[in-house]
């Protein structure tokens, strides 16, 4: 696994050139104090599983923007992001981690 910067995670990106992008909010988690924690139900009432075709990275400020016909997501405030490439068989496992008003979250991402 991998810690990045936005400037090397947009290089990551041009080199990797993704078909797809997976957002699925079972697979994200708090980020708090150095651990983390799952933060689903499966009683929830309102599960997200979003799939992307395109990555937009602007490093002032650091955001993340997924894009597709039906629609856009935005990460704003990235401080770092990791990179696993041995994780997963569906592609390779990203963690946005952002930061704002003093509580990080973190968000994964399966690109192929």
Known sequence: MDMLNITEFKDYITEKRPKEIIYN???NSDYMQGTERRC???AQP???CLTFNDILI???PNIVQLQSQSGKMRFNHIHRVSVDTNC???GDVVTLYCNADEKTRAYTL???
């Open 25 to 27: 909010d079972e697979n």
């Open 40 to 42: 689903y139900s499966i």
């Open 46 to 48: 309102l599960h997200m």
């Open 58 to 60: 602007a490093t002032n």
């Open 88 to 90: 997963c068989l569906l």
């Open 110 to 112: 399966v690109i192929r």
